[in-house]
């Protein structure tokens, strides 16, 4: 079992940057890939990016160029970099962790306002 934790939503103007991070209970050595989606109010989750254990990148078409994502040295984190944030980006956020099984944090707010 592994338990996520999120940090580092927030309000922020058009244009704006934050980072995410995503504090995971043991190492994410392991692990087929670790990622990030995000659900916004009366839409399905999507993808936002993910990396696997090679180190591989995978974007969202909408957030590339903008969104980089990241390991920690520990292997026990991962980051999502946020820049030229833009309203459509409003959305809870989710880290998630993948093996045979989904693991999935609790959200964290993100709101880009006009």
């Known amino acids: 079992q592994v338990q996520l934790v999120e940090s580092g939503g927030g309000l922020v103007q058009a244009g704006g940057s934050l980072r995410l991070s995503c504090a995971a209970s043991?190492?994410?050595?392991?692990?087929?890939?670790m990622g990030w989606y995000r659900q916004a109010p009366g839409k399905q989750r999507e993808l936002v990016a993910t990396i696997i254990s090679g180190g591989r990148t995978n974007y969202a078409d909408s957030v590339k160029g903008r969104f980089t994502i990241s390991r920690g040295n520990a292997k026990n984190t991962v980051y999502l970099q946020m820049n030229s944030l833009k309203p459509e980006d409003t959305a809870v956020y989710y880290c998630?962790?993948?093996?045979?099984?989904?693991?999935w944090g609790q959200g964290t707010q993100v709101t880009v306002s006009s």
């Open positions: 998630n962790a993948k093996d045979i099984l989904d693991f």
């Open positions: 043991r190492s994410m050595f392991t692990m087929n890939s």
